[in-house]
């Protein structure tokens, strides 16, 4: 079983915002399996798929982003998921807008959600998929920029960027491995 969290924040009015690329990515891997958000569990929203005879949990912490650690925790404890069978999706402000890192494990970095995210769970130990927001020519504060809306001349850019974390996602939880979704999404 494999559990794909997307990270971002709730309300309508961050629905389109640098903060929701996870909410984003992860909706997208939703509708190219033919799935939806149809239920609340967890402090979740949650959509479930099935990919090569394997149950896939979808979902999107409700909790807001910095608390993102409590739902991911439940959702992991309910289904007994394992640290390497969890996937998080989410915005990094270190990379070049439109830019996808991913990784078998690592830091939480800067950001909030992932530091909930270890805290809660108790391992940094698991994959993850950075899609990268900086704009080298924006200089405001990391905090009002996560919550700035994107531009819309960038809607194309960040669609890809979604588009191919929802495609990275899918692959990894057929059981491709983390170290092939690598190889093939790395930089895109």
Known sequence: MYLIVGLG??????????HNMGFLAVGEAAEKLGVKFKKKECEASVAEAFINGEKVILARPVTYMNASGRAVKQLMTKYKILPENLLVIYDD??????????????????????????????????PRIRIGIKDAEVNIPIINYVLAQIRKEDYPLFADACGNAADAAIRFARGEGIEHVMSAYNGN
Do not use: C, Q, V, W
């Open 9 to 18: 924040n709730p309300e309508k009015k961050y629905e389109t915002t640098f």
């Open 93 to 126: 402000f270190d990379l070049p807008k439109g830019k996808l890192r991913i990784r078998a494990s690592g830091s939480a970095g800067t950001h909030n959600g992932m530091r909930s995210i270890i805290g809660e769970i108790g391992t940094s130990e698991f």
